[in-house]
């Protein structure tokens, strides 16, 4: 199956709207007719659009394909690490065949003006919370993939964050996992808390970000999305564990 038809059968919010004219542009590349073009104009595409309320995984795949261009496009260079890191990520979230047309994909993205706001908009009126802050590690650990996150990059995905409406604290407490190195609370930072905190409030705090962010919570995304919320709910304890060793716990 062509990744044109993939997208079209398995899409719902994507095929509108802005991320829908950027991937159109992908689309009519592999078509002759001009009725794949995803601008909203089609009528049977627009009413598939209105239908489709819900983010299926296939617009989360395209979502995470878009975010990623707008990182490499960041600094403006496209790092062999960065690549290194796409390639297997692709690998897993599409499988073999289609990890391939998403790469020629987010070649043909890395080409095009994209607008982070637009597109950040658009993904938080349908994609949960959970899943969103799952994008935004993923963003980070492309970022940290040549092992320090550059400024440009910082830049962007903040503005990916204020605009998809996530948490400044949910940002920062998963940015904290990143910088170990340059930051020594970045245990509390992870917990949300102050590193003032008494101990009851780091039980509590270690109880409330596990259950916000427990893999459970991004069920209906890819299974690379659900690994990311692994890592991340691996992060909290690990966050909590060095704070217990820290105080004897």
């Not at 998403?102 to 899943?131: G, R």
């Amino acid at each position: 199956m062509s990744l044109g038809k993939w997208i079209l059968g398995g899409l719902g919010f994507a095929v509108g709207g802005p991320i829908g004219a950027l991937i159109g542009v992908f689309i009519a590349s592999m078509f002759d007719t001009s009725k794949y073009i995803l601008q909203g104009s089609d009528s049977d595409t627009q009413t598939t659009y209105q239908r489709r309320q819900r983010a299926t995984q296939g617009d989360i795949s395209v979502s995470i394909i878009v975010l990623i261009a707008c990182v490499i496009k960041a600094d403006g260079r496209v790092l062999k690490s960065e690549i290194n890191y796409i390639k297997p990520f692709l690998l897993r979230t599409f499988g073999e065949e289609r990890a391939k047309q998403a790469l020629s994909l987010l070649k043909q993205l890395l080409d095009q003006e994209i607008d982070p706001v637009a597109v950040s908009h658009q993904m938080a009126q349908y994609i949960n919370y959970s899943t969103r802050l799952e994008l935004i590690r993923i963003l980070l650990e492309l970022a940290n993939s040549d092992g320090e996150i550059a400024a440009q990059e910082l830049n962007i995905i903040q503005i990916i964050v204020t605009n998809m409406a996530v948490q400044q604290a949910d940002y920062q407490s998963i940015l904290a996992l990143y910088q170990r190195h340059k930051d020594v609370n970045w245990a509390y930072t992870a917990l949300e808390i102050e590193p003032s905190a008494s101990n009851d409030e780091v039980k509590k705090a270690y109880r409330r970000m596990a259950m916000k962010f427990h893999p459970d919570k991004v069920g209906n995304a890819s299974e690379e999305v659900r690994k990311q919320a692994t890592d991340k709910f691996r992060g909290i304890n690990e966050a909590y564990e060095h704070i217990k060793q820290q105080r004897g716990m």
